[in-house]
């Protein structure tokens, strides 16, 4: 376990709900319990905060510092064993800003718990420490030894809702002449914290490939690729980096290729050859802090749309129409909008239909015998595109990106763009519908799609 990088993702209600509890108006130190559930990548554990365990009378005190009674441990854990979640131990510096030091007696109190926390849970206890500025650090203590824990910090803490803010641990920052144009605009701090997400692209054409290139140089300096396809003929007039020496090789090689020689400080690419419901590729894809879903077929809509609410993972989706009537070109339309916790779902965006999913999850979109009987103006089968409107989608996903880290915009909401009339509407992001399947698995990530 030690070897496994860990992240640590925070629901935004639940995260209020911690931070109004742990932050008191006296300025004393407080503390409390969490609920987390693990999920497991590649390289990657996330333990995703899903509730509070907050004390009752009698549970804490409150001295200065704080300290908690055994109770309100037993109580915790069998909370947490009910759930079948892990325990998050919770405390605060109202006088720390950033990501907090752990002083002796911080590790003492979370060391003394966790062989009992790891025996009631099965798994290890995670301790978070919450400074005045929001800001997050957090660690869990491994096994190594009979009565022998060690603390591994995380490699980030999210808060995920209408933003993805996030908490990084102090790292020496090297100054790049390249991108003085861009730190111009965001600040070197924040294009930093860009730099040190692992962010995922699935869908490699002619979308995927601008938006490789845009991450490549902004900065980013982690990313997984996955897409199944290898370049044709008809792919070149719109996929970035794409020439006639590619044929026959996979998109996501060629485009590892150009991000690794455009980057202007390095980036470290995962390439993998699959569909995103392969199940490496999706574990591939649980490593990861946001995704661009840059496909246009609906199960694999359905896949990221899944990934977004049961491992609380934030994904870009776009989506592009191009128009003929009578052999004439009538006008494009295209949309971007984020979903995951604490926003509106694919689905509930009409950006896929679950039934057209599961006739493309079955291969009946990929059947010539059934799809010459299809509508030839069907979106399903319609492959009308052109590369300055595929620019023009990614521009968009990458702006919404940076705008839900960076900001300063928060309630994004879905961008369409017409170009016949060269207008850009909004629509307000007020959550999933009743009774919606994916605001209800929503950190759940006991919920698993069916893969390959």
């Known amino acids: 376990m030690p070897d496994r990088e860990l992240s640590v993702a925070l629901l935004e209600p639940v995260e209020r709900a911690l931070y109004d509890h742990l932050m008191r108006p006296d300025a004393q130190e407080d503390l409390t319990f ?6 497991g ?5 996330t333990a995703i905060v899903v509730d509070s365990v907050l004390p009752i009378d009698g549970e804490r005190y409150v001295h200065g510092n704080a300290s908690f009674t055994g109770a309100y441990v037993e109580r915790a854990l069998g909370t947490a064993r009910a759930r079948e979640c892990g325990l998050v131990f919770l405390h605060s510096h109202p006088l720390g800003t950033g990501w907090q030091r752990m002083s002796e007696d ?3 109190a979370e060391r003394r718990i966790a062989a009992g926390v790891l025996a009631a849970t099965g798994l290890p206890i995670v301790g978070m420490t919450l ?3 929001e800001h997050y650090s ?3 203590w491994n096994r190594i030894a009979p009565r022998t824990y060690t603390r591994q910090d995380a490699v980030n803490v999210r808060v995920i809702g209408k933003r993805l803010r996030v908490s990084l641990p102090p790292a020496r920052e090297i100054a790049f002449e390249a991108f003085d144009r861009t730190d111009s605009v965001w600040g070197s701090a924040e ?3 860009l730099s040190r997400l692992r962010v995922a692209i699935v869908g490699l054409g002619s979308v995927g490939s601008q938006v490789a290139e845009i991450l490549a140089r902004i900065g980013v300096r982690q990313v997984v690729l996955i897409d199944h396809d290898r370049v044709k003929v008809i ?3 719109r996929t970035l980096n794409a020439t006639t020496s590619d044929e026959g090789a996979y998109k996501v090689d060629v485009a590892a290729c150009a991000m690794r020689a455009h980057s202007p400080c390095g980036v470290n690419v995962n390439a993998i050859p699959a569909r995103c419901d392969d199940a490496v590729a999706y574990r591939a894809l649980l490593d990861c802090d946001f995704t661009f879903c840059c496909v246009d077929r609906p199960w694999g809509q359905r896949i990221l749309n899944h990934l977004a609410y049961a491992n609380a993972i934030p994904v870009s989706n776009g989506g592009l129409l191009a128009r003929r009537r009578k052999g004439r070109f009538i006008g494009a339309d295209w949309h971007v909008h984020v979903v995951g916790p604490g926003r509106r779902c694919m689905q509930c965006w009409n950006a896929f239909d679950p039934g057209d999913a599961a006739l493309d999850r079955d291969g009946f979109l990929d059947d010539p015998s059934y799809v010459k009987n299809m509508n030839p103006d069907s979106p399903l089968i319609a492959h009308a595109n052109a590369i300055p409107y595929a620019m023009s989608v990614a521009s968009m996903q990458v702006m919404q990106f940076i705008a839900i880290v960076v900001g300063p915009i928060n309630d994004l909401g879905d961008w369409n763009f017409h170009a016949a009339t060269g207008t850009c509407d909004t629509s307000g992001d007020s959550g999933c519908e009743d009774e919606c399947l994916y605001a209800d698995i ?4 006991r919920s698993f799609p069916p893969l390959r």
């Not at 929503?442 to 990530?445: A, I, K, L, N, Q």
């Open 106 to 108: 911080d590790e003492i």
């Open 138 to 140: 957090a660690r869990r």
């Open 191 to 193: 294009r930093a914290k």
């Open 34 to 39: 969490g609920l987390y559930r693990l999920a």
């Open 131 to 133: 400074a005045r500025d």
């Open 235 to 237: 792919n070149l007039d």
């Open 41 to 45: 990548g590649t390289a990657r554990d």
């Open 442 to 445: 929503t950190g759940d990530v």
